[in-house]
């Protein structure tokens, strides 16, 4: 029996360890793509994207690994976004995993949880951005991805979810 624990246990940490190397690539690729394909990738909200999958495909914990370190990952590599707005972003992600897995005890629906952990871990990026933007801390829009593009990503990542679920 402990021999499975142990090679079940192993198999969680290396699956974890290469996705978040696939997820530190993507997001350290992102600008680059910006670039070349003369989109902006950024719409898309890769670190998200990142975030989703790991909660679909990953351990809760390795979800919030992620969430805690793709955006000082980008910040100690590009220095983008700027410190505040680095942990204002992680502080979001944190938030997005913790309200996906408390909801979806609560309610038992991935896709409604999703949606709601999206929207509400946005909406507290938005009020602190806000009151940084307000104090002059942060300069800036206050919104720089169109709402509608959010939405659309938003509906998109929690049909994710509900179709992983599915099967």
């Known amino acids: 029996m402990e021999a ?6 192993s198999k969680e940490i290396i699956k974890g360890s290469v996705f978040d190397v696939f997820a530190i690539a993507a997001i350290y690729l ?8 003369a989109l ?7 670190m ?33 976004p700027v410190f505040l707005k680095t942990l204002l972003i992680s502080g979001e992600l944190l938030l997005n995993v913790w309200l996906f897995f408390f ?29 940084l933007l307000s104090v002059v801390l942060l300069e800036g829009s206050l919104i720089s991805t169109p709402l509608v593009i959010q939405f659309i990503m938003m509906f998109i990542f929690s049909g994710y979810i509900f179709l992983i679920e599915k099967k």
Not at 4 to 9: D, P, T
Not at 107 to 123: A, E, P, W
């Open 4 to 9: 499975i624990l142990k090679n079940r246990i």
């Open 30 to 37: 992102v600008p680059t793509f910006s670039h070349l394909l």
């Open 40 to 46: 902006p990738v950024y719409y898309i909200e890769p």
């Open 48 to 80: 998200r994207l990142m975030l989703i999958l790991a909660i679909a495909h990953t351990s809760k914990k390795n979800a919030y690994l992620l969430a805690a370190t793709l955006p000082l990952f980008s910040f100690v590599v590009s220095a983008h």
């Open 103 to 131: 909801l979806s005890e609560k309610i038992k629906n991935k896709f409604g949880s999703m949606i709601l952990s999206i929207g509400l871990s946005k909406l507290a990026y938005y009020v602190f951005k806000f009151g």
